[in-house]
């Protein structure tokens, strides 16, 4: 799991850095935060209600004729005291915000704003500590000791508690409904597979049943700050569900007796884990709380966004890509699986399928936002200048625009290419994709913020869509906004009838 599959680019640098630095003009950031308190919330509003995201950076790259510019961001007053940021939003000045050497990560996890840390048992958990504090070293490496202890029962594990589960009742509900909501079933789903995958022990068949609701609010209040169209959906207006939203913090109490339930269970079940955590120094009450956070927040988070971020690209993309999907994984697994089953050397001959993960970790980000603050004063480049940052100075990036950047991607950018990281030139540019907080061809270590799973969530991605298309030939799906990523309800589903070679 902590191997790099890319290891050899390691030797072989971008074409910027093989040749002699450009001799960039140096200019002053542009932009400007405007008139305090009032700039701020006019441009919350621009960014929630009145132009969206894309169109908020769009509309200020253009106003500036660059990729990196000041602004405001989210959600401002009265929740974050200083919503002045640096955006970077190319591709050039983007990785700037993983270079602990000039920048610092400490409490910019959610960005301008921090929740209370009565949501997290009092503790700063790892998300929100810079690699230079000590506890983030501790904290990292329990939960690198944890995956790595666990790795042989993530395949398993995913079938049994997810693949199974989650097939049958889609089937179920298209049969007689004639449509599934994939959402509502994967957060149930997910969150039993990853109890299993890292503790042994689903929530719903240890007495903890009806935990993922708890955890949903708990996210909730978290988040509740970075959401808009929330509660417009039942006609609120605007201007009331800002407030309500994004002026003060909800009240943390709300979470606090689903929070104890989710304690108890990850205490329990997760005993054996927090023997770890003990062996490199941490209290077993400071290791269960980050725990929590990890696999709550950061993982089953992340899989609520990334399955239906998933299934929406291939359902849009139709049946010849299903028909190329589904002769590769069976090939694959007629000739490196185990009895008809998917497994690591056959993930490893997917080469469209993990193409396929990686264009939509490029393309669908499951955490648009990064931040930092300048530990010193430094020239940020991007592609056409270089700027002066000052120490202080909190910066920010967007990472759709920075992993759609047309100098990196060429014309189609934009575009969703199911190959485009297939053979050595594709396997070039995943130095370029940043879903982790970090470069797709580096491994986390406990001296950056790259997210400590990254391998674990790309192998289950590749791990949904091997088993998807053993089991499927083809599906519809009608594809719509929700609250984050995209809402799937799947319309049909076509049964694998064909032997692999022997699809069409």
Partial sequence: MSYNRYAWLEKEKPQSEQQAPLLLPTKEIPGSYGIPFISPIKDRLDYYYFKGHDKFFQSKIDQNSSTVFRTNMIPGPFMASNPRVIAVLDAKSFPILFDTSKVEKKNVFTGTYMPSTKLTGGYRVCSYLDPSEPSHTKVKQFLFNLLKARKDYFLPAFRSAYVAPIFSSVESQVASHGQANFNDLNNDIAFDFLGEAYFGAPPSKVGASGLQKKVTIWLLLQLAPLASNVLTKFHFPKLVEDFLL?????PSFIAKPGYKSMYEYFNTAGSAALDLAEKVGLSRDEACHNLIFATCFNTYGGLRVLFPGLLARLAQSGRDLHSRLATEVRQAVSSHGENGQVTLAALEQMDLANSVVYEVLRIDPPVEFQYAHAKK???LQSHDAQFQVRKGEMLFGYQP??????RVFGANA????PDRF???????????????????????????????????VVLVARLFVAEFFLSYDSFTAEISGSLVGSQVNITSLT???ASAGNFY
């Fill in 414 to 417: 934009g575009e969703f290419v």
């Fill in 401 to 406: 625009f920075a992993t759609r950047d047309t």
């Fill in 422 to 456: 297939v053979g050595s030139d594709g396997a070039k540019l995943l130095r370029y994709v940043w879903w982790s907080n970090g470069p797709e061809t580096e491994d986390p270590t406990v001296n950056d913020k790259q997210c400590a799973g990254k391998n674990f």
């Fill in 377 to 379: 004063d430094f020239l």
């Fill in 495 to 497: 049964k694998a009838k």
């Fill in 246 to 250: 994004h002026t003060f913090a909800l």
